[in-house]
């Protein structure tokens, strides 16, 4: 029996006073006189509790609005954008509709488009690290593709990491040394250099954990570290198997790949189209939750850009270790251009040591260290001839 049927009864049935029944059971005399007096109006509807809910609710969130929240949810996941309450939040404010994220999530939840998720590690114990100026770190990484015919391609990006601003964006075959060095030419080009960059250890990017790699005391690494060298830009790699440390643009690959999801690509053409679309989409449309909801081209503007510092003591050299070719060359970038130097093919298999400022580039033999050659390097010409 109810607790409602029982006190009710103890007035009805038995006789009892509303001050005897609230005394008896524990409850106030109002109620009791309250649930006699509904039972004296709507008979044995009054045994059951009634709900609580307000005749009028004049905070409620109006309908209209809610089906824009719903049909906006909808919209972004159909075009494979991301759909969380944040941008929802920024994307109705930005058509005059003013609403807090906690409602957009409370209202996509009773409406069955979130999926509980308790699994997740709780945002306020993350450890945010970001640069404090555009430019002064630059992220990158590539990944692979599917076209709808089944080929794999694969996709490089770069990313301002204290702006997520996207500079780059391009698909390709295979992503080469050739490649990294291109694109951060390109994207250095466009917006200028970084003061440090951050990636993985794969060998298109370092090779200091190869054998004879940069860091081992017998390599000068590749075409990237080089480059990098030459314009005095700090090089930053992550520990192997810790994707973690590069978490901005691991964290990008999946926001583009829900977007390529929803738009498949038949070729490569067709591919980089969709993939500069995104770019324009990503940096001027979405907000970023990192960026309280600003776009990431009003982050990457809104403060001067860092610059690297160029090694422009004159009793500063390059130092490179390498031997010379069966044609009596060796090739080294400089300017961001694979230069190949001629020093004949009497010299030939002969271990030398490079030393190179600015223009200038001199080549001693590595055992007795005496000078067989000097350069006044000219990057517009990939063969430079040696002086004299």
Known sequence: MAKYEVLIKAVTVQ??????????????KS??????????????????????RPRSSPN?????VRGQIVALRDELIAGG???????????????????????????????????PQPQKRPRSSW?????????????????????????EVEVIGWLDDHSRYLLHLTAHHRVTGRTVTDTFTQAASQH??????????????????????????????????????????TQKNGKPFKPTTQGKIERFWQTLKKHLKAHPAATLTDLQTVLDAFRD???????????????????????????????DDPNVWRVRYDTIDRAGKISLRHSGRML????????????????????????STRDTGEIIADFTLNPTHGYQRKNG
């Open 81 to 115: 954008l991301d759909a969380g309450a944040d941008t929802i939040t920024e994307m109705l404010a930005r058509e005059g509709v003013t609403t807090s994220r906690a409602t957009v999530w409370r209202l996509l939840t009773a409406a069955g488009k979130v999926a």
């Open 192 to 233: 200028g250099y970084p003061t440090a960059t951050l990636t993985d250890n794969g060998m298109v990017y370092t090779t200091r954990l190869a054998r004879g790699g940069r860091g081992r005391g017998d390599g000068t690494g590749n075409a990237f570290e080089t480059l990098l060298a030459d314009l005095g830009i």
């Open 281 to 311: 989409y990503y940096n001027n449309v979405r907000p970023h939750r990192a960026l309280r909801r600003r776009t990431p081209t009003f982050a990457y503007h809104l403060i001067p850009k860092a610059n690297p510092s160029r090694p």
């Open 340 to 363: 190949h130097l001629g020093i004949g093919r009497a010299h030939a298999r002969t271990e030398i040591i490079a030393l190179i400022h600015n223009n200038d580039a001199i080549i």
């Open 60 to 64: 409620r969130t109006p309908d209209i």
């Open 15 to 28: 006789g009892l006073s509303y001050r005897q029944v609230a005394a008896r059971y524990g409850v106030s």
């Open 31 to 52: 109620l009791v006189h309250k649930l006699h007096h509904r039972w004296l109006a709507e008979g044995e509807a009054a045994f059951e509790p009634q709900s609580r």
């Open 127 to 151: 450890r945010r690290f970001a640069a404090d100026r555009p430019n002064e770190l630059w992220q990158s990484d590539f990944t692979h593709v599917f076209l709808t015919n089944g080929a």
